[in-house]
């Protein structure tokens, strides 16, 4: 469950721990004393509006740059001072494409796990294996450009999950897919955190993603807005759904 | 925990093979970069050839054909050419945001642009000895085992000038600034040096062209690669253009340090 924790410990075991982290581009503050934590096994929504932080987030949790205050761990290794082994932790689904379109599912696959040390013949067995979860093994020779946008997506997932990290990063990854599409990907993040005891954390700005049995974080201007289970989020605000929580934790400042 | 020796090997390894499918998608690219010097040393060389009268200087012993002057320049600018392209890709991959699957490998950073450095030099390699190959046809030809002797040059050259398109990678935020990079960075890094014209004539001319064409890493990046087509030894062209690779990859490590984040500027919400 979410809640206000201490550092070092807090993510042993797959979680994730960020504490006091704050981040400014110029004058302008991305991210103000954001602390929270997201335990092993656990699905953990992050949702908040366009702007709020969460690719901000997303960029300091992957160490494309890093943040002069605060604290990140990622399966018990402090990303500032333990990066590699916290870096091999993590899975990463960037909001943005980011497969070689002119290369085929499979050299996508054999490219990424090169670049996280892994052998041949592992790159292989691990891909059809992860490939077939999500039912794309029929398409491993394909190129990547003949894909629709929702196969794409399970692909970058499978692809994330190469190195069998225990931690799972997804940002924004149902955009621009149609509503059966995202309804899969959702689905099926669900099912790894559950079958797979992964730690996912999920950032969104679309309510109807998060699930009565999620952890919760609502962000909004960098501030974290609210955070619990999702019970205790609609109690705490006295919302009656995600919906209504969201607007109540967001509206009254958004001004846009 | 520390990954091992293997770990890495497969790491470059990967990354060698991806610039090698893309190089052998990229067809176009590959002509591109064989036409340019060809056009230089067909026509340009062929019109110069009556005005411009190169002496007898090192390496060569005897007198030599404008033509046989300028295909080591000619060599140097295909290496150029494709040392800011790797910089070029690696702002398109930025913007794509491949570059960020590349970083979260759990190799350290500087190992990473360093592979990525020895892969677009590897292709630049290739390149240069297509090159070669037709220069050959056409009667341009080196010492025969002046094109083996060549090989770790151009390693050393391809690397060094891949690292001054990394340097540049980091400052330039998008894709358009490319016709820039032209203007002010490859064609006078190309003009004011050894490549087209030996230095001597260039001092005749003017002091002050001559000493920045003496502090061009690409004049001794161009002389290196003349001497070892020749089977000579150039320990200044040597030292310069190993120290140049020295502070420009320093630069390059620095400026995608995580904690200086060249890429954080790009952050949005």
């Known amino acids: ?256 | 925990m520390t990954p091992g020796a293997a770990t890495y090997a497969r790491c470059l390894w990967g990354i060698l093979w991806r610039e090698g499918l893309r190089f052998v998608q990229q067809r176009e690219r590959f002509v591109a970069a064989l036409v340019r010097p060809l056009v230089w040393l067909v026509v340009f060389a062929a019109g110069f050839r009556a005005a411009l009268g190169v002496s007898i200087i090192p390496p060569y012993e005897t007198y030599i054909t404008y033509e046989t002057y300028i295909v080591p320049g000619l060599v140097g600018m295909v290496q150029l050419f494709n040392g800011m392209q790797t910089s070029l890709s690696l702002v398109y991959d930025r913007e794509v945001g491949s570059m960020r699957v590349l970083l979260t490998s759990p190799l350290p950073r500087w190992f990473l642009l360093v592979s990525k450095l020895i892969g677009g030099c590897v292709v630049s390699v290739l390149q240069v000895y297509v090159f070669l190959l037709i220069a050959w046809l056409f009667g341009i030809q080196m010492e025969p085992l002046g094109y083996l002797a060549v090989l770790p040059v151009l390693l050393l050259t391809g690397i060094m000038l891949g690292a001054v398109g990394l340097v540049l990678s980091s400052t330039i935020r998008q894709l358009e600034n490319f016709a820039g990079v032209m203007n002010f960075v490859i064609f006078p890094m190309f003009f004011l040096s050894s490549a087209l014209y030996p230095l001597w004539k260039m001092q005749e001319s003017s002091l002050l062209l001559y000493r920045i064409c003496a502090w061009n890493p690409f004049t001794h990046a161009v002389e290196l690669i003349r001497f070892a087509l020749y089977l000579s030894w150039n320990g200044t062209a040597l030292a310069w253009t190993a120290g140049s690779l020295a502070v420009f990859l320093g630069i390059a490590i620095v400026a995608y340090d995580p904690r200086h984040g060249m890429i954080r500027r790009r952050g949005g919400g």
């Open chain 1, 1 to 256: 469950m979410a809640q206000r924790a201490g550092h070092d410990v807090a993510s042993v075991g797959g979680g994730i721990a960020v504490a006091g982290l704050s981040y400014r581009y110029g004058s302008k503050l991305a991210l103000d004393d954001v602390t929270f934590t997201v335990e092993h096994g656990h699905f953990c929504a992050l949702l908040g509006p366009n702007g709020a932080g969460k690719s901000t987030l997303f960029s300091l949790l992957t160490r494309l740059f890093t943040a002069p205050e605060g604290h990140l761990e990622i399966a018990g290794f402090d990303l500032s001072r333990k990066a590699g082994a916290a870096l091999a932790r993590l899975g990463v689904v960037f909001q943005q494409p980011t497969l070689d379109l002119d290369l085929t599912v499979r050299q996508n696959l054999r490219y990424f796990g090169a670049l996280h040390g892994l052998s041949a013949k592992t790159i292989e067995q691990r891909s059809r294996d992860g490939l077939a979860a999500f039912e794309m093994a029929h398409r491993v020779d394909e190129k990547v450009r003949q894909l629709n946008g929702g196969h794409r997506r399970r692909v970058e997932i499978a692809r994330a999950l190469l190195h069998e990290p225990p931690v799972l990063l997804l940002d924004e990854p149902t955009v621009g897919l149609d509503v059966p599409s995202r309804a899969a990907i959702v689905e099926r993040v669900h099912a790894l955190c559950r079958d797979r005891g992964l730690t996912v954390l999920w950032a969104t700005h679309l309510v109807d993603e998060v699930r009565p049995e999620d952890d919760l974080i609502v962000l909004h201007e960098g501030v974290i807005r609210g955070q619990g289970r999702v019970p205790e989020v609609l109690e705490s605000c006295g919302g009656a759904d995600v919906a209504d929580a969201f607007a109540r934790l967001t509206g009254g400042t958004a001004a846009a």
